[in-house]
């Protein structure tokens, strides 16, 4: 069955500081591989997505994210957050595009002034 | 850019009430879902529905929930007898006509249903 881990519940980063939040998925062939932002009490946003292709993926906001497959890994980068950034970040997983979404437990991120 | 609306924002209710929640999909979508997300916890796949027919349901949709696409506009998910547990955010998401099977699902802003 798939999953989706996401090991740290909260991250605190300063202000201008890089970010990575970690993601993890156990599924058997190449999944199709999500981030979305979601801020207090408001909607899913979607960040970026992977489908195929290249693994170094761009998204919105400045945000980006390397597919493994050696690591079963969908790791999500930003090189400098902005206090705006302080979010629920979700890593998700399908295994077609109109598959069920499948959500990791989120990562709370706060952002340090 | 075209949006999934939902409708209403807020609802409270009382046990064993119940409730219908609605959604309005982007125009040309064919696919939808509704999804749950209790307070704190991570949002859940409740149910997928293609052809007019659910295609897909989990654990968590049982006999107290139904969807239907009444119109051929709204697409509604009704809880018949809620609980103090069906509180919880409840997104509707949407997926345009799959050609390359590269579509990305679209959120609703979500329900906030409170059974007290």
């Known amino acids: 069955a798939q999953s989706v881990t996401q090991p740290d519940i909260h991250i605190t980063v300063s202000e201008g500081a890089s970010l990575e939040l970690r993601c993890n998925y156990s599924?058997?062939?190449?999944?199709?591989l999500f981030w979305y932002v979601q801020s207090p009490g408001q909607g899913l946003q979607l960040l970026l997505k992977y489908f195929s292709g290249d693994t170094l993926v761009q998204g919105i906001k400045g945000f980006e994210a390397e597919f493994k497959r050696s690591q079963s890994s969908f790791n999500l980068r930003k090189p400098s957050v902005h206090w705006s950034d302080a979010a629920e970040y979700f890593c998700a997983v399908g295994y077609s595009s109109a598959s069920k979404i499948i959500f990791g437990s989120g990562t709370r991120l706060s952002i340090r002034p | 850019e075209p949006e999934v609306t939902q409708t209403p924002s807020h609802q409270v209710t009382q046990m064993g009430q119940e409730v219908i929640l609605r959604c309005v999909p982007i125009s040309n979508h064919l696919y939808f879902y509704w999804y749950r997300q209790i307070l704190g916890q991570k949002v859940e796949f409740l149910v997928s529905f293609y052809n007019n027919e659910i295609s897909e349901k989990s654990e968590i949709f049982d006999d107290q929930f139904s969807v239907e696409r009444p119109d051929g506009s709204n697409f509604t998910l009704k809880i018949r007898s809620t609980k103090l547990e069906d509180s919880a955010m409840y997104f509707c998401?949407?997926?345009?006509?799959?050609?390359?099977?590269?579509?990305?699902?679209?959120f609703g802003p979500g329900t906030r249903l409170l059974v007290l």
């Open positions: 998401a949407s997926l345009p006509p799959r050609r390359e099977n590269q579509e990305t699902q679209y």
């Open positions: 599924y058997g062939a190449t999944p199709y």
